[in-house]
């Protein structure tokens, strides 16, 4: 997983590409959905420019990593329902 968002995270957002990282706990790391983006774009590149693209590279609030998780959600054209209750 390291190895991958290191090597994609240039390719996926060309312009602002998100800080680096080491991979160590699931809850922290996975939060922003950017290495889930990351390693989606890997497998399918296509949806870089649709989805992965319109996501905020450094992510400072809780809005925008539910904005982020909500774009990954859209690419695996899950339909989930997703209700907030509170965000911090």
Known sequence: MNEI?????????TER????RWIVNFDFDL???L???TLMA???????EKY????YTDPATAEQCLNN????????????????????
């Open 31 to 33: 939060m922003d959905g």
């Open 42 to 48: 890997h497998f399918a590149p296509f949806l870089s």
């Open 69 to 88: 998780s909500l774009l990954v959600l859209a690419a695996l054209k899950a339909r989930f329902v997703i209700q907030v209750s509170k965000l911090k």
């Open 52 to 55: 992965f693209s319109k996501m």
């Open 17 to 20: 590409p998100p800080s680096t």
């Open 5 to 13: 968002f290191e090597s994609e995270r240039q390719n996926v957002w």
């Open 35 to 37: 290495v889930l983006a």
